[in-house]
Every structure is written in C-alpha cells, then in structure tokens.
C-alpha cells in the first residue's frame, strides 16, 4: 500500500522551502540596509570633503570667485529670511485650510473637490511652482526676484503637506472634548480655538517643521524664479533680493576649480546641521507633548 | 428687583441687555470663521488653477511661434540653433524617461524588498528603528544627492565603465532611485500592513513557510496600493530637477544610452532660468511648453495613482 504522507519526502521538500526563506529573508534585509549604507557613505564623502573647509570664515563671509574666500553668510541668513515670509504665510493658509475641511466643511462634492485638489498639488513637481512663481509673483505682480516673490512661491509648494499634517492632528482630537466644549455651552468657534486647536498643536507645528526643512532644501523653484546665487550683500527687508544655501550650493557644484566641489561640500554641512536641527526640534515637540487621550 | 455690589447696579434687565451685546458680538465671529476658513481653503484650488493657466497661456504664445507639430514628432532640441531654432520635445522627452527608467529599476524592487521584510520579517522594534532611519533618506535636500551622484557616483562608475561621461544619464538615474526607495518602501509597507492578520494566519496554518505568505498571499493582496507607490515614485522622478540638473548634464539628445550626457524636461528649465535668455524670445516661452509637458505627464501619473487605490481597494 503506498503511504498517504512520505514522511521523507515531505522534510526533504520542507528543507528547500525553509531554506529558501531563509536566504530570501536575508536578502530583504540586505535591500532594507542598503539604504542606510548609502546614507552613511553619503555624509561620510561629505564630510571628509568638508572638514578642512569648514570654519569661522566659512560661515562669515560672502561668496568669492576664489574657493578659500568663499562662505556661506548670504546663503544662512537668506534662507532665515525666506522663513520668515513661508512660516506664517503656509501656516495661517494651511491651518485655515485643514480647519475647514475638518470641522466646518459639509460632506459634499465642493469638500471632496478641495480634497482631491490638494492631493494632486502635492503631486505637482516644484519646479512647475518655479514657473508660476515665475509668471505671477515675478512679472505679473512685480514683485521682482525678492524675498516676498519666492516665500509666496515655497509657501503655495508646502502648503498641501501643512494641510494633510494639520488635518491629520485635528482628527486626532477625541470628540468628547468638542461634546464637552459644547455641553458647556461653548460656541463652535470657541470650541475649535481653545479646545481643538490647543490639542492638536504639537502634530500640527510637527508637520509644518518638517514641511518648512522641506522649503529651506529646495532649489528648483528658486532657479526658475532666477535668485541670485552670487550676493555679497544682505538683504535689509522683504522686498530685497536674497539668496539661500541650496542656490549657493548649486553654484559651487557647478564651477570648475576641483577645490569649488570641496566648498559645495562644506556648504552641504551647514546646510545638513541646520535640516537636522529643525527636524530634531520636531521630534522633540512629538515626543514632548503629544498627549495620548 | 435690584442687586448692588458696590458703586454698581445690576439688575436682570442689564444682565439681559449686557449678554445680548456680547452675544452678537460672538455670533458675528460665529459668521465670519467659516467663511474666512473657506477663503483660504479655496487658495489651494486657486493655486491650481493659477498653474493651469500661466502654463496655458504661455505655452499658447509658444505654439504660436512655433508650430505643435514639430514640437511634438521633432526629434531635434536645439533653441539655441540659429534664428528660429529647432524645438523637437523629443530628446527632453527620451532624456526624462531614461533617468526615470533607471531610477525605477534601482527604487522599485529594493523599495519594494525592504517594504516586504519591515512588514513580514521585521520584529516591531526593528521596524520602529528602521523605518524612521530610511526616511531621512527621502529628507536630504536633491541639490546634496545632485552633488554626491557627481562627485561621488559618477567617479565610482567610470571605474567599472571606463567610457561614462562626466555628465550621464546613469548617475543620476542610480541616485534618484536610492532617494525615491524610502517612498516606495513606506507606501508599499503600509498597503501589505493592512493585509489582516487572519489571512497571514490561515496560509501559515496551512503550513506556509513567511516567504509564500509574502509572496503569494500578502503580495497579491496589497497590490492595488503597491502599484499606486510605483505610479507616484515614477511622477516623482520624472519631475525631479536637481539631480539630473546636476549631474546629468546639458546635451538633449535623442538616445537612449546611459553612459552618454542627456538633458531631460526639467533640466532644460533650470538650464534656460539660469542664463540669460531674455524675456519675450521664443526660448523663454519654451519653458512653458516643456513645463506643461511634464505637468502632463506628472498629473496623469498622479491621477492614475488615485485612481488605482480607490478602484481597486481590497476591503476586507
């Protein structure tokens, strides 16, 4: 009688199964760490590029046509300036925005309509913000190629991501402190800016830091408005003409002289620190007071 | 009847009034929120339409001068060439694709593998380090991977092919795809995440090994949000600037080799905004009409990422 179940055969089939998962699994694991390799190897070139370039000068002088001149001082105080515009023009818009369509905004076509819209705007590359920076900040409002045209600018780009934040943290408010607010007697607006809005301001502010890293890196719609990347002045107010790290940056990339890419480099760190800084005050609001109701 | 508490009176009646005054006062606030909350809701759409129509209107004043049909079957992109130049969207178009093919070839089965092993393998706590750590990737600005597939890529390649140009259509394609993995990897883990438990559970009760509970039932299952990831990281590339602006160089060629120097959609923009090409001149309107071309091209792969995750959702 043949035997319903070979034991034999089964392992022997069972071990190549096994086996296979087993390297497959290490080979996924492998793909997982390639990314953090590549992340090491990057800032590890970087820096040991920069290191010899990195000092007080650096960050105190302007830019140079001779590499050891050469320093970032523009750059770090341009980007602090393009903050001051994007911060409060992309938070008032977004948390508006977020407001609306979480508390006031009906279920209806008009509602899924602004919905669908941001997340699309999310999709838009940013140079194609470059373009309509371009046409209505620059030219068509005159605005020239000054602080308020490109904060306009990065601020229409990150604008999607504050919202989806601001959104996402409203949601997180518990109903029973709105039924509560109102049980109180409390109106609807009341209820939305010293109940909802306090709870949910660690996830908002830690979504919009991340977006506002996100304006401080970009270049692309920068190029297109045509920022300087050459300024040994400091702009004085909104309407002046500026530039930021990533312009200069791209700049020093793209200059001949060899010691130029080791300038890059050493922009490249300041650049990182000021990214990692802002990221690390994100983490720490989440952590800090993200209540769990 | 009146009370008095000190200098002042107060009667119901006063009580009444001072409360009605303070009410409509609070309703008028009441009416306004929801319509200033409104006003800035609406500048999203605003921002839509704004693009829209600067893309439109500009790239209609470039067909004017130059005609769509040559823009479109021309395999020749040379503004700067004589008089009238030669404006062939094609190379811009070959170039794009290119890069993006070689970044989806580096992104998609890494993004892909480490989707698979953070959602079946890893233990809760790896994937709490892990996880965070992979998507600082996505963070660091492009301008620093622009200059690292310079600097640093292209050199290691030309070790291994001796005939790679200094500026290439590979580099920056490789670079692109290890900055598009994190995205691939987080959207893809959270469609297999949402796989329940119990389908997991029923095919390893069946004796299952992890690997064909990933691969053929988990895989399988998560595949509509799996493929929208694929159709936003190739959005995402095609509309990637600095990179290719950097290290991919400035010759619109219609090929299709890596090793050569290629010019894609996005890099002829930045190429334009960055000389000096005056204001009015048919190759400043150009950047319109290539804009719009990879408006086109990023919209419809946004759509279709939409539409493949709505329509085809497993619900369970």
């Keep these: 009688m043949e035997k319903l179940i070979d034991k034999q055969r089964v392992v022997q089939h069972m071990n190549g199964r096994l086996l296979r998962n087993n390297v497959l699994k290490f080979l996924f694991f492998l793909a997982t760490l390639f990314g953090l390799i590549v992340l090491v190897v990057l800032l ?118 504050i919202v989806v934040a601001a959104q996402e943290a409203l949601r997180a408010v518990p109903n029973q402190l709105r039924e509560a607010s109102y049980g ?15 709870a949910a301001i660690p996830g908002i502010l830690t979504g919009s830091i991340l977006a506002l890293s ?48 080791n300038v890059a480099a050493a922009g490249i760190v300041v650049l990182l620190v000021v990214l990692i800084f802002m990221n690390s005050i994100a983490i720490f609001i989440r952590n800090k007071f993200q209540k769990r109701y | 009847m009146a009370m008095t508490d000190g200098n002042r009176s107060y009667s119901v009646r006063d009580m009444i009034k001072e409360n009605k005054k303070k009410q409509s006062g609070q309703q008028f606030v009441e009416w306004l929120m929801p319509k200033l909350l409104l006003l800035t809701a609406t500048i999203s759409i605003l921002t839509t339409i704004g693009i829209l129509f600067t893309l439109l209107f500009e790239t209609f004043i470039f067909f004017e001068r130059v005609s769509i049909v040559e823009f479109l079957t021309s395999k020749e992109w040379l ?10 969207v094609a190379p811009l178009v070959t170039g794009t694709l290119l890069t993006t093919a070689i970044a989806m070839v580096v992104a998609i089965p890494i993004g892909l593998a480490s989707a698979i092993y953070l959602s079946e393998y890893a233990s809760e706590k790896a994937r709490k380090v892990l ?26 390649l030309q070790k291994i092919i001796p005939n790679l140009g200094i500026f290439n259509a590979l580099s920056p394609g490789i670079v692109m795809g ?19 438990n119990s389908i997991r559970e029923g095919a390893l009760g069946l004796g299952s090994t992890k690997l064909e509970v990933a691969l053929k039932v988990v895989l399988p299952a998560a595949t509509s949000g799996i493929a929208a990831s694929f159709m936003l990281a190739i959005s995402r590339a095609v509309g990637e600037t600095m990179i290719v602006a950097v290290a991919g160089g400035s010759s619109p060629v219609f090929t299709f080799d890596v090793t050569k120097s290629i010019q894609t959609l996005t890099a002829y923009i930045v190429q334009v905004t960055t000389g000096d090409a005056g204001y009015g001149t048919t190759v400043y309107y150009s950047i319109y009409a290539v804009g719009m071309t990879l408006f086109v091209f990023t919209l419809a792969m946004n759509l279709l990422a939409q539409y493949i995750s709505r329509r085809f959702r497993e619900e369970y």
């Design chain 2, 79 to 88: 503004p700067w060439d004589g008089k009238t130049g030669s404006f062939g």
């Design chain 1, 214 to 261: 996100r304006a401080i890196g970009e270049t692309a719609p920068l190029v297109v408005l045509g920022i300087p990347t050459f300024l040994a002045y400091l702009p004085r107010g909104i309407l002046d003409t500026f530039t930021v790290m990533p312009m200069q940056i791209y700049n020093w990339t793209s200059r001949p002289q060899a010691d130029f890419q």
């Design chain 1, 184 to 198: 109180m007697g409390a109106t609807k607006w009341q209820t939305i800016y010293r109940i909802v809005l306090p």
């Design chain 1, 44 to 161: 590890y070139r970087i820096f040991t590029q920069a290191i010899g370039w990195l000092n007080m000068d650096f960050l105190n002088n302007f830019p140079s046509r001779r590499p050891e001149n050469a320093g970032i001082k523009a750059g770090l105080v341009g980007s602090l300036w393009l903050m001051v515009i994007v911060a409060p023009v992309s938070l008032i818009l977004g948390v508006g925005t977020a407001i609306y369509l979480e508390e006031y905004a009906k279920k209806n076509r008009f509602t899924d309509f602004i919905q669908t819209n941001i997340s699309n705007l999310a999709g838009v590359p940013s140079i194609v913000f470059g373009l309509l920076g371009l046409t209505l900040f620059v030219r068509e409002l005159n605005l020239g190629r000054s602080i308020l045209a490109a904060g306009l600018t990065m601020s229409l780009l990150v604008l999607p991501v």
């Design chain 2, 131 to 156: 996880k965070p750590i992979l998507e600082v990737l996505a963070g660091i600005p492009t301008i620093v991977y622009g200059f690292f597939a310079l600097t640093f890529v292209t050199p290691l």
């Design chain 2, 178 to 196: 290890i900055m598009i993995i994190p995205m691939v990897a987080s959207l893809s883990e959270d469609a297999m995440s949402s796989v329940p």
